[in-house]
């Protein structure tokens, strides 16, 4: 039925192009032929790229898919949410622990039967941090009451794209649906897909527009209330239907799935067997696993062993009675579960596949569970091999040995444990002398002296060599810079970001001073913890036989996307004042994910979310002014820093010691320049941090108990430049001085001053 001409193939429904992508991008091309309203997003690894092709496709206008990049993926879930309560399609892509971020929403969403598509590209959860494919993350999405649709490669992941909204929007179902895909093993393989060439096919299936006589917050003629509050016996009837709606779910999902391959030639029955009619012994996985394990199949049957293997498409509503009559026949099966349920003597699909047994009488099969592939581990064709030994063995032996292990893990060897290569920092060379901090009180501010920067230089480094920076990045020489103006011991814990993936790479640490690592979201609460921790044990006398000559400095490092989904922890802590200092590396994006848009992304700047074309020039709004934001909360001291000008920034270390040891949280920003993303010149990062400075695009100033001084002024030393001069020194901001994007820059010019003047003022006026 199907034939290939001129790299098209076309069936007697549609007509198909092959194209060599991969999963992201398929995820990215499903979702602009279907041209969703609206995709609430925020980048986490693997998923991240999902965005970014869609923002790339809209630079040439290619959809009219609004972006709306959000705080966190906590905020990402409530802008799909909010945007599909109001009866537009809805789509989203994330990850792993932003995940388990957005989980607290997921249930809303089911609960009160709004449809939209989610995309989890699956990844290991932390802790510790793994950003590689596992189903640790999916498991999580197992009580959601969301559909989940599996996928294999792709392929599947453009048709399952496609099928999952169609099932979200039947009337039947009228629930939210996941699609899954394995972490770098499907999401950035690329292999030979099939498409629709159309984007008139893809509607005529999924329907033009969404099904209309549905409630929404847009109707003003039908006013509603969304997720009231509600008492018993309302909210058991209401969990009852969600209940019948996702059984219903498994009828819709094969009428739709076979509608597809009637259109397509592509067949996805809830689950996929393979040489499963006579075997004996079968392996369950699930998504790329899968595949791999065919091929074992077929090597064990030309051995004359009746194998075979079963991978499910779908996994919500578990597929039960398929299962079990899959399984009639089958002396004994391993399950491979890609994710551990602690303490359940299994993963949850072995258990799964228990109750399924049970539930029909089936007490033959012998069933034996492992764990596999955690973290990204590889698992290969050997793998398998394994994984049908066990059931081999299980039916020669009538009986199971052990049910429940883990595969591919490995014992210690206590030769090979990590040994200590960097000896403890020594007080009487991190308490120098050298630097005065003395209160005036009458002024009611700090007054410090410091030597010429050669003496500091015989302070001990706090972050050794050994990191894994890339060549020309401004964190490491900013950091050492400010930590110069720090005497004595410090505890530092750092946000996930480059900072923290280039230095801790188990079971090698770049910190010569304790540290601490906490999610984005959570760290500046963590942090408040061990510094009232430390106060309480020291009031307590339980750190006496430490010796301890003085106080601990607690800072915490972050970058500017740490202080965008994590802003609202960083506030709690401001305003509860702990004794400690948040210090911000701002390099004008999350870089440790690909260069994406951070909210301190100034207007019209390339990132890989706000990519510059014929439709799009760049940022599309103005960036955020943290330094304002957190000294709105009334906090001791809030400084800016560049490295440009080493003696403002030791200065500005030294005082925030102080007050962080004296009065309370203190906050600093620090401009870091990032050549790999900003497209500059390795050698002149200095440089361009100091025309950021000269431009008044970043102006060193600090607020002192409330009290605002600019603490260099280029106007009064006759040294400010044009903000063009600035931007001319980055690839990623050339093409904002072209006549094209004369708009934008003016519009990023006014700001830019409007904030200079503003700090002016400030600075002229106490009350201010």
């Known amino acids: 039925m199907a034939i290939e001409m001129n790299n098209e193939k076309t069936t007697d429904k549609v007509e198909q192009r092959v194209v060599y992508e991969s999963g992201n991008e398929m995820a990215a091309y499903a979702a602009h032929q279907i ?33 709306i990049p959000a705080d966190g993926e906590h905020g990402s879930a409530g802008v799909c949410y909010g945007a599909s309560s109001a009866g537009g399609r809805v789509f989203n892509a994330t990850s792993a622990n932003g995940y388990l971020y957005m989980l607290e929403q997921m249930p809303v969403q089911s609960g009160t039967r709004f449809p939209m598509v989610l995309n989890l590209v699956c990844r290991s959860v932390s802790g510790p941090l793994d950003i590689h494919g596992d189903h640790s993350d999916l498991y999580y999405a197992l009580n959601t009451g969301w559909p989940i649709l599996m996928c294999r490669d792709p392929q599947a992941v453009y048709d399952m794209n496609i099928i999952a909204l169609k099932l979200a929007e039947d009337p039947e179902v009228r629930l939210p649906v996941m699609v899954a895909q394995d972490g770098y093993f499907t999401s950035h393989q690329k292999r030979r897909v099939m498409t629709m060439k159309d984007r008139s096919d893809v509607l005529k299936f999924v329907g033009e527009k969404p099904p209309e006589g549905y409630p929404d917050t847009l109707d003003r003629n039908n006013p509603i209330t969304v997720g009231p509050y509600m008492n018993e016996p309302d909210y058991i009837n209401n969990c009852y239907q969600q209940s019948e709606a996702m059984y219903r779910a498994e009828d819709v999902y094969e009428r739709i799935q076979k509608e597809y391959a009637e259109l397509t030639g592509r067949e996805y029955p809830v689950l996929d067997l393979y040489r499963m009619e006579d075997a004996e012994v079968a392996v369950f996985l699930m998504n790329s696993s899968s595949e791999i394990v065919k091929d074992v199949v077929d090597q064990l049957r030309e051995k004359g062993i009746k194998a075979g293997s079963i991978a499910p498409n779908i996994i919500r509503p578990f597929p039960q009675k398929q299962i079990v009559e899959a399984l009639k026949s089958v002396k004994a099966i391993t399950v491979g579960d890609r994710a551990d349920s602690y303490g359940a003597h299994g993963g949850n699909m072995v258990n799964e596949i228990k109750a399924a047994l049970f539930t029909y009488g089936n007490t033959t099969t012998k069933v034996i569970s492992r764990i596999y592939g955690l973290g990204g581990k590889d698992f290969y064709a050997e793998d398998g091999h394994e994984f049908f030994q066990l059931a081999i ?162 800072v915490m490092i972050t970058g500017d996307g740490g202080m965008d989904i994590g802003m609202g922890p960083a506030i709690g802590a401001a305003l509860r004042n702990h004794k400690m200092i948040i210090l911000e590396y701002d390099n004008e994006g999350y870089m440790n994910t690909g260069a994406q848009l951070s909210y301190s992304t100034p207007l019209g700047h390339r990132t890989s979310t706000s990519n510059v074309g014929k439709h799009q020039g760049g940022k599309l709004f103005h960036h955020k002014d943290t330094a304002q934001i957190m000294a709105a909360t009334n906090i001791p001291y809030v400084f800016t820093g560049s490295e440009a000008y080493p003696q403002d920034l030791v200065k500005k270390a030294a005082k925030a010691q102080w007050y962080a040891q004296n009065e309370g949280l203190v906050y600093g920003k620090i401009l870091i320049t990032c050549p790999l993303n900003w497209l500059s010149e390795e050698k002149e990062g200095a440089t361009i941090i100091d025309a950021a400075v000269g431009s008044c695009f970043f102006p060193l100033y600090e607020i002192e108990r409330g009290i605002t001084s600019i603490t260099f002024d280029p106007e009064a030393k006759n040294k400010r430049i044009p903000l063009s001069d600035w931007l001319k020194t980055m690839g990623k901001t050339k093409h904002m001085t072209k006549p094209e994007y004369e708009t934008a820059y003016k519009s990023f010019e006014d700001e830019v001053e409007r904030r200079w003047q503003k700090l002016k003022a400030k600075h002229e006026n106490p009350y201010l």
């Open 393 to 554: 063995d299980a039916v020669e032996k009538d009986k199971v040995e052990v049910p429940f292990d883990y595969h591919g893990h490995t014992p210690g060897d206590p030769d090979k444990a990590p040994k200590r290569v960097l000896e403890p920092m020594k007080y009487e060379d991190l308490n120098t002398g050298l630097i005065k901090v003395t209160e005036d009180e009458e002024a009611g501010n700090l007054k410090v002296r410091i030597p010429p920067l050669r003496q500091l230089t015989k302070k001990p480094k706090r972050i050794a060599s050994g990191h894994g920076a890339c060549p020309g990045c401004g964190i490491f020489s900013g950091l050492e810079l400010f930590f110069k103006g720090i005497e004595g011991d410090i505890v530092a814990l750092f946000h996930t970001g480059c900072a923290m993936v280039v230095t801790t790479g188990y079971p090698y640490s770049a910190h010569k001073a304790t540290y601490i690592h906490n999610l984005f979201q959570n760290g500046a609460a963590t942090l408040s913890g061990v510094v009232e921790m430390f106060w309480e044990r020291k009031r307590r006398g339980e750190l006496d036989h430490l010796g301890l000559q003085d106080d601990f400095t607690f």
């Open 35 to 67: 041209n969703y309203h609206i995709m609430g997003y925020f980048p986490i690894s693997p998923s991240t790229e999902v965005a970014q092709f869609l923002d790339l496709m809209k630079t040439s206008g290619q959809h009219d898919i609004v972006l």
